[in-house]
């Protein structure tokens, strides 16, 4: 039998695609022309979840847009954005979502921590031959990526 996270059985999720909806690195004439290393980095993050019940799946976008910082925490002119895209189906996902037609906590912080953590990896990758040389999500509650929590 398989073990239940909160109220969600792991195996019921299936990842079926990935897309890449945007990568955009921008980089100032004054950094190309001195690209100093930069200390640190802002990010913000958004996110939207889409359902469709009748076919059991679930779509979960995340965008990113980071500005790379000197020690100052002054934006460089070195700037990325990202829009990424999940595409999952969860076995009677209906057992999920309330009267509202949104998802439940659990499940959506299941889908979120799945989407965040691949995130990470497509877009250190991604980012690894720029300025940037290669950036590394931080760890998050990912529940607080959730567009609306219940």
């Given at each position: 039998m398989a073990t239940k996270v909160g109220n969600i059985v792991p195996e019921d999720i299936t990842l079926l695609r990935?897309?890449?909806l945007n990568i955009n690195i921008r980089t100032s004439k004054e950094y190309m022309d001195n690209p100093v290393k930069h200390e640190g980095m802002e990010m913000k993050t958004g996110s939207d979840i889409a359902l469709n019940t009748t076919e059991n799946a679930c779509r979960v976008r995340l965008f990113f847009v980071f500005d790379a910082v000197n020690d100052k925490k002054e934006e460089t002119g070195l700037k990325a954005e990202i829009g990424l895209e999940y595409h999952f189906k969860v076995r009677e996902i209906n057992r999920f979502v309330d009267k509202d037609q949104r998802l439940?906590?659990?499940v959506a912080a299941s889908l979120m921590n799945i989407?965040?953590?691949t995130s990470r990896?497509?877009?250190l990758?991604?980012?690894q031959n720029?300025?940037?040389h290669g950036i590394i999500l931080p760890?998050?509650?990912s529940t607080k990526l959730l567009p609306?929590?219940?």
């Open positions: 990935v897309n890449i439940g906590l659990s989407s965040y953590s990896g497509i877009i990758e991604k980012t720029t300025f940037f760890v998050v509650d609306h929590v219940e």
